[in-house]
């Protein structure tokens, strides 16, 4: 336990000490002491970010239900709190028992999005672990990852000693026993790891050579001391029966998702092509609607939160949506407790459950088009029409909505200006809509919210071998769709930061050598980069400048089909040969349709995990 006197005086010193108090309700603490395994969750984001997160609080309970096991959370602190501890000599700490990160047998992060690495590096170093793998010694933590940013572990390989591919409920049972075996047997962590790399669903980086061309690009990667090539993803087969904690964590402060989650599905059949989730996180599976209702009122029954969530990729889609969404409406009528389904699609928007949501309080609603003409759409294969859209909208509008959030990309494989200022004309036809629904059916004004992200190419997605615009292109496009928005009344216009999506771009299909340059930007004080007001592009430029290392080769280069990829070395099951062929497809504006209704041969089903 660390020095708590000491942490008693620098709280009150810093912004939203109960950040790092610890102590909610729901809170899980076991006896550390005693227990045959310490399991540190790492989440390296600000609290109220972490404690929105479904996939933490999932294995966070998972993990206490193991005998033996004690698991514990740690998020990343504002660097106010970062200073503070620094001052007082502190090591950043867990917030059940206060225990130093470095007292733990396995740390592990959970790691969602490219721009939080600075802040797991942050979090190693005041934790009191060494950053690289290689300078770990058998008195330090085994360092775990897993999340959406392992499907190209490469630029965090050299940090983390494995990686979990796939879903951590299936995995972490099976390595924690390994451990809890290799503990009692007193064996060293190269022991460990070596054995760890046998389990399905663990890469072990140490374990691989990666060798370069004389242009860069990746010249070969191979398997050390019978590692297998390539690591196959693991997957929860039977999802209705996967855990669900049905007593989670009420957070202190007001968070991000403050309201119950509940996961209906996972896994997407769309094959949107620039979507790296709808890839990953393939074959889709349900939970039932009983399952899911039951969750929904357990969760909110021991929490008193006063909104429930409809959690997935594309919850539209959902097999029993509409009977799910009924249900829980009826349910909740009079409690003031809302509904809110996010993630829908405007094709699955349908009147039926449309007044039913409204009737439960929902504010608005959000659809993601993605690009603004069909042959952008067709590009990306969106498989949405125009005319879907606008229906979809009118019905929105007809059911009394008047708050509508449209997300788009701008810079996708194919773009030309007109699809970009397709945006504006789409936000044209919207509000014509409005006007055109009878007065009294409409509620407030016309209010329309179009939000454009900068597209990023991304590992194991048919676009994994397109270029991202440069940024000067990215902002002059935003400048012209500024320009044409600003002609059409109601509007409000968000964008991306273009720098902060070439730096996204660089980690999402990087390589080891980026190490470097992490290390550079978090000694160069890099913290939350995903936050606005401490985002410091200079910094990074430096970084770049300093390794020698050109981020453009990462970015902006469109990479040949024969290429090894940095991260061919992860297998989701989804073929290479399908993706190139849905890249094609792409440049001929040739649609593939939703797998649910025929299977397009994606590789999952000869890979045994789609039946
Ligand atoms: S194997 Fe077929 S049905 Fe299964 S996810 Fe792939 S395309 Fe869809």
Redesign the pocket.
């Known amino acids: 336990m660390i020095d708590t006197e000491k942490l008693e005086m620098i709280l009150p010193t810093v912004g939203k000490p109960a950040r790092y108090t610890g102590g909610e309700l729901g809170e899980v603490v076991k006896p550390i002491d005693g227990a045959s395994v310490r399991f540190a969750f790492c989440f390296p984001d600000v609290y109220e970010v972490g404690m929105s997160h479904l996939g933490t609080s999932i294995l966070y309970h998972l993990l206490n239900g193991m005998p033996g096991v004690c698991a514990e959370r740690c998020f990343a602190p504002w660097p106010d709190m970062e200073a503070a501890l620094r001052r007082a000599e502190l090591p950043l700490y867990t917030l059940e028992t206060k225990t130093a990160l470095c007292g733990f047998d396995i740390v592990g992060f959970s790691l969602g999005y490219e721009m939080c690495l600075t802040n797991m590096l942050a979090m190693l170093d005041l934790g009191r672990i060494p950053m690289f793998a290689k300078d770990r010694t058998d008195a330090d933590p085994i360092v775990i990852a897993g999340g959406g940013c392992v499907y190209n572990p490469e630029p965090m390989a050299d940090f983390i000693d494995l990686f979990v591919v796939g879903e951590g409920e299936e995995v972490l049972g099976e390595l924690l026993a390994l451990y809890k075996s290799r503990k009692q047997a007193n064996a060293g962590r190269g022991d460990f790891l070596a054995r760890a790399a046998q389990i399905e669903g663990i890469y072990v980086p140490s374990l691989y050579v990666v060798a370069y061309n004389q242009d860069g690009t990746v010249k070969s990667i191979d398997a050390k001391n019978g590692a297998p090539f390539p690591v196959r993803k693991r997957i929860i087969r039977d999802f209705d029966a996967a855990f669900f904690p049905e007593e989670p964590i009420v957070p202190y402060l007001g968070v991000i998702h403050d309201r119950v989650t509940v996961e209906v599905m996972r896994?997407c059949?769309r094959?949107c092509r620039f979507c790296q989730a709808g890839f990953i996180y393939?074959?889709?599976r349900e939970r039932s609607a009983d399952t899911l209702i039951r969750q929904a009122k357990a969760c909110i029954q021991k929490t008193g939160h006063e909104e429930v969530s409809l959690c997935s990729l594309s919850t539209g889609d959902y097999s029993q949506v509409a009977r799910l969404v009924c249900v829980l409406s009826d349910e909740f009528k009079g409690t003031g407790v809302s509904l809110a389904v996010p993630s829908l699609r405007i094709d699955s928007y349908e009147g039926e459950y449309a007044q039913k949501l409204k009737e439960v309080r929902n504010t608005g609603l959000t659809f993601a088009p993605e690009a603004g003409t069909q042959r952008l759409r067709d590009i990306i294969n969106k498989n949405l029409t125009e005319n879907e859209i606008i229906e979809a909208v009118r019905e929105a509008f007809e059911a009394g909505t008047n708050g509508v959030k449209l997300y788009f990309m701008m810079g996708l494989p194919g773009e030309t200006m007109d699809d970009v200022l397709g945006i504006a004309g789409l936000a044209a036809r919207i509000r014509d809509v409005y006007y055109r629904v009878p007065k009294e059916k409409r509620s407030g004004g016309f209010k329309l919210t179009v939000s454009v992200s900068c597209f990023v190419p991304k590992a194991h997605t048919p676009f994994q071998w397109a270029r991202q615009d440069d940024m000067t292109v990215f902002e002059d496009k935003q400048r012209r769709l500024k320009d044409a928005l600003r002609r059409v009344s109601g509007v409000k216009f968000n964008w991306h930061d273009a720098r902060l999506s070439m730096l996204e771009a660089v980690f999402a299909r990087g390589d080891r050598r980026l190490s470097a340059v992490l290390v550079k930007a978090y000694e160069s004080g890099c913290r939350f980069d995903s936050w606005k007001e401490l985002f410091d592009f200079d910094k990074w430029l430096r970084a770049f400048e300093e390794t020698g290392i050109d981020p453009a080769f990462y970015a902006s280069r469109e990479r040949g089909r024969d290429e090894t990829m940095p991260w061919d070395m992860i297998d989701t099951g989804?073929s290479k040969a399908y993706l190139w062929k849905e890249y094609e497809r792409s440049q001929a504006q040739s649609t593939t349709p939703d797998?649910?209704k025929g299977?397009?041969?994606?590789?999952?089903?000869?890979a045994g995990?789609?039946v």
């Open positions: 896994g059949t094959g393939r074959p889709v989804v797998c649910r299977c397009t041969g994606c590789g999952l089903r000869e995990l789609c």
